[in-house]
Structure formats: structure tokens, C-alpha cells
């Protein structure tokens, strides 16, 4: 194991798959996209000329905490980088888990701005923080620019038979499965148990947390077993 736990395809796919839940659940409850600000923007300039200006408020503050967010995530890398303290990650992961869960339960209902918040503001976070698969660049919250990779690099592929471009290409297309995937069955469990199925997202985030704490652990006891010899 080395110090790019987040870089591991198995959590790049599992965070793209809860990025297609995120921005399906929150489109079908609260009709504001969690990650998908382009679509925020353009809904909050239909609905201002609509006049509904509840629902402006709320997908405007849901595009403002995304972009705090993002400075959070950079500010984050930058400080741990400078110490050297490569797992910290593994906080956001268990973070993430507690704030779906809290989400889930009934006391924020009347409270859909600050829900819209929170998990914008959660995603940000997570977009930016986990932004590579193998060395690979991919988006886990929308999947526009995967789509494009998709395509681009079978196009390259098919003409050029270059190993890479299929390699490319076979990356994207794995990325924009798992979130189309996540989206269905995002809109199968809320159908089926509401809100419970924010438990869903919490669920995999604590087992990405608690698998990959498991792993950093057994890395950093062979490290001081060999520092021992």
C-alpha cells in the first residue's frame, strides 16, 4: 500500500456511484441538485423569473456553500501536504458518513435549505479531494466530463489502437456506470423507503472508512516491523 489510498479504483467508484445518489436524491426531494451547480443556476433563473423565490434562495445558497467547499478542500490538501500527514482522507470519509446519517433523520425536514447545504457542501469536499483513479483524472459527482472522456478516448482508440487511449477509455467508461448506477438505485430506495435511503450513502462511506482505516493500519504496522529489523 502506498500513500494514494483515495487514488484506489474501488473507492473512485464507490464515491462516483453515491455521487449519482446524492445529486438524484436531492433532485426527487428537494429539486436542487447537490453537485450539478450548472443545473442549480439555470433552475434558480427559471424560478426568479417565476418568482419563487424560496426555491432561488435555496439553490443560490447551495451553489455558494459548494464554492466554500472547494476552498475548504484546497486550503486542506495544501496543510497536510506541508505536514505530511497523508491519511487524512480517511476523516472525510468518516465525516461524510456521519452527515448522511444525520441528514436522514426526520428533525431537518422542515429544513431543506440547510439539508441542500450540507450535502453540497459535503460533496465539494469530497469532489476535490478525490480527484484521481490509478494517476487517472474523474469526476465522483457529475458525469458530464466523464461522458466526454468516454467518448474522446474511444475515438482514439479506434483510430489509432493506442493501448492508452483504451486504457483511457475503459477508466471513463467504468466511472460513468457507477454513476448512472447510483442514480437508479437511488431512485429505487427512496421510492421504497424514503429518506432511509440517505443510510445507504452513510453505509458506504463508514465501510470505505473503516476498510481503508484497516489497511492503513496493517501498512503502518509492516512499516515499524521493518524499522524494528
Known amino acids: 500500500m502506498n500513500n494514494s489510498f483515495h487514488e484506489n479504483r474501488t473507492v473512485g467508484l464507490l464515491l462516483t456511484f453515491i455521487g ?17 451547480q450548472t443545473g442549480n443556476l439555470i433552475l434558480a433563473i ?12 435555496k439553490k443560490l445558497l447551495s451553489t455558494l456553500f459548494f464554492f466554500v467547499g472547494i476552498l475548504l478542500a484546497k486550503f486542506m490538501i495544501d496543510y497536510f501536504r506541508k505536514k505530511e500527514l497523508h ?3 480517511l476523516f472525510l470519509l468518516y465525516f461524510e458518513a456521519v452527515v448522511f446519517f444525520v441528514i436522514s433523520l426526520h428533525f431537518l425536514d422542515p429544513y431543506p435549505a440547510i439539508v441542500t447545504i450540507m450535502i453540497a ?10 480527484d484521481k483513479i490509478n494517476g487517472l483524472t474523474y469526476t465522483n459527482l457529475f458525469t458530464t466530463g466523464n461522458l466526454k ?21 475503459v477508466h471513463f467508461l467504468l466511472v460513468v456506470l457507477a454513476f448512472i448506477a447510483g442514480a437508479i438505485v437511488s431512485v429505487f430506495f427512496y421510492r421504497l423507503i424514503g429518506t432511509k435511503a440517505l443510510w445507504i450513502i452513510s453505509g458506504l462511506f463508514l465501510l470505505m472508512a473503516v476498510s481503508e482505516t484497516f489497511l492503513v493500519w496493517q501498512f503502518q504496522r509492516n512499516v515499524f516491523k521493518l524499522e524494528k529489523k
Open 20 to 36: 449519482g445518489m446524492m445529486d438524484s436524491y436531492t433532485y426527487i426531494r428537494y429539486e436542487a441538485f447537490a453537485s450539478a
Open 46 to 57: 427559471i424560478q426568479a423569473y417565476e418568482r419563487q423565490w424560496n426555491m432561488v434562495g
Open 87 to 89: 491519511f487524512w482522507r
Open 121 to 130: 457542501f459535503t460533496a465539494s469536499i469530497q469532489w476535490v479531494s478525490f
Open 149 to 169: 472522456g468516454v467518448a474522446t478516448n474511444l475515438y482514439d482508440y479506434l483510430s489509432t489502437k493506442d493501448q492508452a487511449a483504451r486504457t483511457r477509455f
